[in-house]
């Protein structure tokens, strides 16, 4: 009775299924859209800073150490998904999805608004820029987990596996975006003109949430009495989920060496390319057109989840060892967006498959420590490329990712999907 917008858009797409069928769920569904736009500015925010802080590092405040020095970032910029895990999916499961990621949106605003003041009086100290790069990770780790736990909140179950490919597509496009702008304007307007555009974005996507209609959500109504026990610790989540812990594992250890290409690039463009902030854009902007690209198309990767995602390993590891070989911008480029439509395609298989294996009850933990499992590599990843980048060449460090993918291609190439499962499980857990 209550949930008239809903209804409404169900009906519609009755009387009009073909009409329905070819708008894109962006335009059809306005909540979702706008919820949608908000974490494209969220996450482009984010990696804007992200990747003109590690070049403004590397480029003009660090003079020796710099790779320690950029990993340290990229170290501070991880660790908050990691930590503050629980903290986040309690207070996803416990408050509105809307406040939480209206309230990530405005501190993360405010945070990036105050760098910018102090930064136009004068140059700011690298702890500051570090705690600023901390706490806007740390409004993150709460955006991007709550986002995802709202998609039944906003679609239809028809739609889910459809708004999960436009949800992982906003990585790819904030690294687009995010990676064109970050480097660019850093040379042009310093950590000032950084820090201003991300608060912006921040405080622009806040409001794009603050005007989006949620449903209400069906796990909290006030007659079901046996959702509180369904709350489970974010151990015993995994821990009755075999099969999904195992495929978590795989892409922990092959993230410690996927995430330091963020490390990688602009230590490999200052020394062996000697470029700037534009050849930064360049290879970044690749990553993450790839990766945009794969995100729509990774549904359409033949085989098993696990088959299609040790094969996509595989061509990651190829292209990212290739640099290591041949040092021309050009093919770095290509070999980066191959990369990142590799983890775009995986990306959208897997969180469509947990979407679908996860119990509703226990989405709100899942996310919460499926980010925290998936980034626990991070901040280790960044430091030790880090400060192997002040002692080995890029182009080692390049080989080294390669290699450092095929162990875990290989895992989850041998990794078999669990039985059918008895009717009782299959209940619960709502495997297909």
């Not at 912006?200 to 007659?223: C, E, H, K, S």
Request: aromatic fraction near 8%.
């Amino acid at each position: 009775m209550t949930t008239t917008s809903p209804v409404t858009e169900t009906e519609t797409g009755t009387e009009t299924g073909a009409g329905r069928r070819r708008a894109p769920l962006v335009l059809r569904n306005r909540a979702f859209g706008a919820v949608w736009l908000g974490q494209i500015l969220t996450q482009a925010a984010v990696r804007m800073f992200q990747v003109g802080v590690a070049w403004w590092i590397v480029a003009y405040a660090v003079h020796g150490a710099r790779g320690l020095a950029s990993g340290l970032f990229m170290a501070a910029c991880t660790l908050p998904a990691v930590a503050l895990a629980p903290v986040v999916a309690r207070a996803v499961a416990r408050f509105a999805h809307r406040s939480v990621l209206r309230t990530a949106a405005a501190l993360a605003g405010g945070a990036s608004g105050a760098l910018a003041v102090w930064a136009y009086g004068g140059g700011p100290p690298l702890a500051t820029v570090y705690a600023a790069g901390l706490a806007l990770a740390t409004c993150q780790a709460f955006f991007d987990p709550c986002l995802t736990t709202s998609v039944p909140e906003l679609v239809d179950d028809a739609d889910i596996e459809t708004a999960t490919g436009f949800e992982l597509s906003t990585q790819s496009l904030a690294g687009l975006g995010g990676a064109l702008l970050g480097a660019l304007t850093v040379d042009r307007a310093g950590v000032a003109g950084l820090a201003a555009g991300c608060a912006a974005a921040y405080l622009g996507a806040a409001l794009l949430v603050a005007g989006a209609r949620f449903r209400t959500a069906v796990p909290g109504a006030g007659a079901d009495a046996p959702a509180p026990p369904q709350r489970r610790t974010l151990r015993r989540i995994l821990g009755e989920l075999p099969y999904v812990r195992r495929i978590l594992i795989c892409f922990t250890a092959a993230n410690l060496f996927t995430t330091a290409v963020f490390v990688v690039i602009p230590l490999y463009t200052r020394s062996v390319l000697a470029g700037g902030g534009g050849t930064v854009a360049l290879l970044e902007a690749s990553l993450g057109a790839g990766a945009l690209v794969g995100s729509f198309t990774g549904t359409r990767v033949p085989g098993r989840p696990t088959v299609a995602g040790a094969w996509c390993l595989g061509l990651m590891a190829l292209a990212l060892a290739l640099p290591g070989l041949v040092g021309h911008r050009l093919v770095i480029a290509g070999c980066l967006a191959v990369a990142g439509w590799c983890a775009g395609a995986v990306s959208v298989r897997f969180v469509a498959l947990f979407q679908r294996l996860v119990p509703p009850a226990d989405k709100p933990g899942f996310f919460a420590v499926m980010q925290a499992v998936l980034g626990a590599s991070l901040p280790v990843a960044s430091l030790a490329f880090g400060f192997a980048g002040d002692f080995l060449s890029p182009q080692t460090l390049c080989l080294v990712q390669g290699a450092g993918l095929l162990p875990a291609a290989c895992a989850l190439a041998l990794l078999k999907s669990p039985a059918p499962a008895p009717a009782a499980a299959q209940h619960a857990g709502g495997e297909q």
